[in-house]
């Protein structure tokens, strides 16, 4: 079945500490995204790539840096620099061209301890 | 940056009603998209609606359009329990890329 994986369901970071949190798709969508979800919150974009090897910033990339070494992949990695790590991170990915919708992965709880 | 804004944001109601949410947005769209969320989970895409449609439907799904009121309508008709989720709007203002901003959401209960 095609979809989007993400791993570890649960992340329990330290402070001042970088963690990594993976996501793979097999649909070969060009386009990958990063959201972030507080309690009771909507999404917002953290990072999105429409390519290999090329991403952009969202609303909210401070203290977060991505990577595209390959389409099927577009991990997440959550830095020192962010303060309030503390969240619910989705995944998504997308036909490139637009006016289609994207399909999520199930997402990572990060909690810093 | 929040595009769009969902009302109610929660709305309980019997099995067997009609739901209605409510997004309203600030800017020109290509699209309009409803997601819907159960708890701790991904989102699900529910439907899309382009700016040149007014109306859509998919099962027990209809979707509104009203661009000139930068509105739209999620009716889900004959609720059941499993449709207890939160349900978002999301807009595409396609700037060179299909960039989704997602609304706050609206927490449908519904009670058996």
């Known amino acids: 079945d095609g979809g989007i994986t993400q791993s570890p369901k649960y992340l329990f970071r330290k402070e001042g500490q970088n963690v990594t949190l993976s996501c793979e798709q097999n649909l070969n969508h060009d386009a990958m995204y990063w959201y972030r979800q507080d309690p009771g919150q909507g999404l917002r974009l953290i990072y999105y790539?429409?390519?290999?090897?090329?991403?952009q910033k969202g609303d909210i990339a401070e203290g977060y840096s991505v990577s595209r070494e390959k389409k099927e992949s577009f991990p997440l990695t959550v830095t020192s620099a962010q303060k309030n790590p503390t969240a619910f991170y989705l995944c998504?990915?997308?036909?490139?061209?637009?006016?289609?919708?994207?399909?999520f992965g199930s997402g990572t709880r990060l909690t810093v301890v | 940056s929040q595009q769009g804004e969902e009302d109610p944001q929660a709305l309980s109601i019997q099995e067997g009603e009609n739901a209605t949410m409510n997004c309203s947005y600030k800017?020109?769209?290509?699209?309009l998209q409803w997601y819907r969320q159960n708890s701790g989970r991904g989102l699900v895409h529910l439907i899309l609606i382009r700016s040149n449609e007014r109306e859509k439907h998919s099962g027990r799904l209809r979707v509104t359009l009203d661009t000139s009121k930068k509105s739209s309508s999620l009716l889900i008709t004959a609720s059941r329990a499993a449709d207890t989720a939160s349900y978002f709007c999301a807009t595409d203002k396609f700037q060179g890329a299909q960039k989704l901003v997602f609304g706050q959401g609206t927490r449908l209960t519904i009670n058996p």
């Open positions: 800017t020109s769209i290509n699209n």
């Open positions: 790539s429409q390519i290999v090897n090329d991403f």
């Open positions: 998504a990915s997308s036909i490139t061209t637009g006016g289609y919708g994207y399909t």
